[in-house]
Every structure is written in C-alpha cells, then in structure tokens.
C-alpha cells in the first residue's frame, strides 16, 4: 500500500470516527469512536508529520466533509502566459487563491483573492471547474474541493497583501517552482482547461 491509499484510508477512519462522535446516543459506542477519532489523528501526525492545532477538518465538531477553497486563471492578452503569486514563506508561486470566506458567493472569494494576493481586480469569465484535490495531495493538506474560475484583469494591478511578495506572468509552458499548496499536475490542468475552454470536475 503506497503513501496515498495509506492517506485516503486514514482520512476514511478519522471521517467515521466525527460521523460516530456527531450523531451515536450511545455511550460505549461514543468511547470506541472517541479512541478511533484519537488513533487516526495521532497515526495522521505521525505520518504527515505534522500537528493539526488549528480549527480544522480535524477538530469542527460538524459533520465531515471537504474544505472548499478557489483558484482563477488568468492570462495575458495572448493567452501565451498566465499570472502567477510569489508566497512570502515559501518563495514559490501558485494561482491566485485561497480559502472560500464564510457567506462569499465563489466567484466573490475567487474576486477577494485576486485583489489580496495580486492586487488585481478581476472580471470573474467562467467556471473553469470544481475538482477535488485528494489524488493530488502531498503530506500537508485536509480534503478540499477547489473551485477553478478564468479570470480578466480590469486595469493595471495594485498593491497586494502580505502573503505574496511579487506578481508576474510566466509563459504557460515554461512554469517556475510551484508552491507545495498546489501541485504541478492540478495547476497544469487548471491552466490547460482555461486555456482550452474545457470544463473539469472531479
């Protein structure tokens, strides 16, 4: 069994176990989830090698189910390059995105991200596609589902947050280092989609 079925198997036990805690009566069967819900997270620490501290898929006392977060592509007027952020920790670069904020619709998050990360204010064009991030998933992340929009700058770009440190477009062939946060693979497919008019999903 590879990293990734080690993973997707872990993720399966720990969701049982919230499933268990959220809606069992019973007080022997609340044990039993409660030390199945304990196991899994401290097997998944050990494994990822991290800590989930912070309010998470891990901790909401709520039933299971996948983070949504929101990308934009954008290209240059040639649809030769697309825009890129640099993050601040990692000095690597993904799309534009982030976490969808609570009452966003998500072309808004997709909007807020843009202005945040690239100082760009943007034309939300299309549904690129709404896909899963779990076959793509390193050591480092929770389930989520990740709404992928094109995008079109409306005038020049301005300031951007603290998260990101430089914004530019890079040819769509010839890529740099990609963030951790996004792979390679989903970005390339991202853009490809974009670029070709496709709709993706799953």
């Known amino acids: 069994m590879d990293s990734k079925h080690i993973y997707d198997f872990l993720i399966k036990v720990q969701s049982i176990a919230k499933i268990g805690l959220k809606y069992s009566k019973d007080p022997y069967a609340l044990s039993n989830y409660q030390e199945i819900n304990d196991l899994s997270t401290k097997f998944l620490e050990e494994f990822l090698e991290v800590e989930f501290d912070r309010p998470n898929y891990?901790?909401?006392?709520?039933?299971?189910?996948?983070?949504?977060?929101?990308?934009?592509?954008?290209?240059?007027?040639?649809?030769?390059?697309?825009?890129?952020?640099?993050?601040?920790?990692?000095?690597?670069?993904?799309?534009?995105?982030?976490?969808?904020?609570?009452?966003?619709?998500?072309?808004?998050?997709?909007?807020?991200?843009?202005?945040?990360?690239?100082?760009?204010?943007?034309?939300?064009?299309?549904?690129?596609?709404?896909?899963?991030?779990?076959?793509?998933?390193?050591?480092?992340c929770v389930p989520d589902y990740v709404a992928v929009f094109e995008g079109k700058i409306k005038g020049e770009l301005h300031e951007h947050e603290y998260e990101t440190d430089e914004v530019r477009y890079f040819p769509v062939d010839d890529l740099p280092e990609l963030s951790r946060k996004v792979t390679r693979e989903e970005i390339y497919r991202m853009i490809d989609a974009a670029k070709e008019g496709k709709t993706i999903f799953d």
């Open 58 to 140: 891990f901790q909401r006392d709520i039933y299971p189910t996948p983070n949504i977060s929101v990308r934009t592509v954008i290209f240059n007027e040639d649809r030769s390059k697309v825009l890129l952020v640099r993050e601040v920790d990692s000095q690597t670069y993904s799309l534009p995105g982030g976490w969808a904020d609570l009452y966003d619709s998500p072309s808004q998050a997709a909007i807020n991200e843009c202005r945040q990360e690239a100082g760009a204010e943007v034309e939300i064009v299309r549904l690129v596609g709404l896909v899963s991030r779990l076959p793509f998933k390193s050591n480092i």
